[in-house]
T-cell receptor, first 116, second 114 residues
Framework: AQKVTQAQTEISVVEKEDVTLDCVYETRDTTYYLFWYKQPPSGELVFLIRRNSFDEQNEISGRYSWNFQKSTSSFNFTITASQVVDSAVYFCALSEALVLGNMLTFGGGTRLMVKP | DTEVTQTPKHLVMGMTNKKSLKCEQHMGHRAMYWYKQKAKKPPELMFVYSYEKLSINESVPSRFSPECPNSSLLNLHLHALQPEDSALYLC?????????????FGPGTRLTVT
């Protein structure tokens, strides 16, 4: 069965610090997809990135970067020069290709607090 | 337009009431989802609709009744709820159920059952 673990429940940083959110997953499938979502206080989950299991290239999007390592089953997310607007709960999620319904297995989430 | 809208934003209802939550998307997505999220927990999948047909019911109690009148609309009918059903109810959509595409979420309806 699939599982996603976000060991950090809460992280507090001061603005402009870099911060890394950890995500470790378990799956028996060779084809799977990993996601990161951001949930600000307003409630909606905002899609940040999707990665498939065959693409281990790291990705950078502005201040956001993602490090996918199959060898350690990790898909970590780094925010560079954090800002107060980055304060939110961040969820890592897994979708297995052979599972119907595009079902997401979410990690428990990491609450990031960025203080001015 | 990558927006999923949900109404109402907040809802307070008694255990004997009947109410409905509404969700709408105009992205041409053919898969729509209902999630329930308790405080400080990740979303839990309740239902999946694919091409307007119920595809997945994650053993949700019958007091929750989903409906998909057309490809853009998704309703969740509520009846005889319990206080423990108080939660944030999120709607989402994606291109197709069979594809592991990103899901677009609405802002949710915060439900309180008294």
């Amino acid at each position: 069965a699939q599982k996603v673990t976000q060991a950090q429940t809460e992280i507090s940083v001061v603005e402009k610090e870099d911060v890394t959110l950890d995500c470790v997953y378990e799956t028996r499938d060779t084809t799977y997809y990993l996601f990161w979502y951001k949930q600000p206080p307003s409630g909606e989950l905002v899609f940040l990135i999707r990665r498939n299991s065959f693409d281990e290239q790291n990705e950078i999007s502005g201040r956001y970067s993602w490090n996918f390592q199959k060898s350690t089953s990790s898909f970590n997310f780094t925010i560079t020069a954090s800002q107060v607007v980055d304060s939110a709960v961040y969820f890592c999620a897994l979708s297995e290709a052979l599972v119907l319904g595009n079902m997401l297995t979410f990690g428990g989430g990491t609450r990031l607090m960025v203080k001015p | 337009d990558t927006e999923v809208t949900q109404t109402p934003k907040h809802l307070v209802m008694g255990m004997t009431n009947k109410k409905s939550l509404k969700c709408e998307q105009h992205m041409g997505h053919r898969a729509m989802y209902w999630y329930k999220q308790k405080a400080k927990k990740p979303p839990e999948l309740m239902f999946v609709y694919s091409y307007e047909k119920l595809s997945i019911n994650e053993s949700v109690p019958s007091r929750f009744s989903p409906e998909c009148p057309n490809s853009s609309l998704l309703n969740l009918h509520l009846h005889a709820l319990q206080p423990e059903d108080s939660a944030l109810y999120l709607c989402a959509s994606s291109q197709e159920e069979e594809r592991p595409d990103e899901q677009y979420f609405g802002p949710g309806t915060r439900l309180t059952v008294t």
